[in-house]
Each structure stands twice: as structure tokens, then as C-alpha cells.
Nanobody, 124 residues
Framework: VQLQASGGGLVQAGGSLRLSCAASGPPFSNYAMGWFRQAPGKEREFVGAISWSGRSTYYADSVKGRFTISRDNAKNTVYLQMNSLKPEDTAVYYC??????????????????WGQGTQVTVSS
């Protein structure tokens, strides 16, 4: 599978953005999907993940209640809705895919395929 993330941009604190990650190649529903982010000088960190069916989601504590992951398997796309954005949410955001067996991974090593990243900048 190949992944293409989009939807990043500049937004004021308190605002919203929706990121998209479009997949091509093998059936999209074969994969669980994750979102990660990486700020300058920091390690890539887990944001959230969604199961292949969309029935299960899991979020990092830092975004819980503000971010929502969803997917449309018919459109081969996963989304990250980001509300109440804070300056500390500024980062490059990446989507990733993994074999859906077992618990949703929360580390970079749990994912096999990565998109190219999209920049999100939140101004104060």
C-alpha cells in the first residue's frame, strides 16, 4: 500500500484542521491505520490509531478529546479531525499502515508503511 497525507496548514490556536491520508494499492481495509507527528528536534510520537473496520480507536493522552480518527474504506481514506488546536500541536503529521492483527500499535515500530507527512502549524 502507498499513502499520501494532505490537509495540513497554518491555523490559529483554538482552530480546527482535518488531515486526510489516501491509500492506493492493496485493499485498504486490510490495514489498521495510525497517525503520528514529529516536531522539530523531537522524536516522532503517536497521535492515534484506528482498526481496519473503524470500530476501534485509540488516542494519545495529549490529544484525547480534541482529535478524532475516522476512515472510509470505500474511499481508501483515513482522516484526522483536529479541534481546539494548540501551539504545541505544531508538527509534521504522518499517517501509517500496519497489519491489523492484535492490539493497535502505538509505536513507530508497529507500522510497516508510512506516508510523506503534512505540516501543521498552530499560531498563538
Amino acid at each position: 500500500v502507498q499513502l499520501q497525507a494532505s490537509g495540513g496548514g497554518l491555523v490559529q490556536a483554538g482552530g480546527s484542521l482535518r488531515l486526510s491520508c489516501a491509500a492506493s494499492g492493496p485493499p485498504f481495509s486490510n490495514y489498521a491505520m495510525g497517525w503520528f507527528r514529529q516536531a522539530p528536534g523531537k522524536e516522532r510520537e503517536f497521535v492515534g490509531a484506528i482498526s481496519w473496520s473503524g470500530r476501534s480507536t485509540y488516542y494519545a493522552d495529549s490529544v484525547k478529546g480534541r482529535f478524532t480518527i475516522s476512515r472510509d474504506n470505500a474511499k481508501n481514506t483515513v482522516y484526522l479531525q483536529m479541534n481546539s488546536l494548540k501551539p504545541e500541536d505544531t508538527a509534521v503529521y504522518y499517517c501509517a499502515a500496519t497489519d491489523p492483527a492484535g492490539v493497535l500499535p502505538t509505536t513507530v515500530w508497529g507500522y510497516d508503511v508510512w506516508g510523506q507527512g503534512t505540516q501543521v502549524t498552530v499560531s498563538s
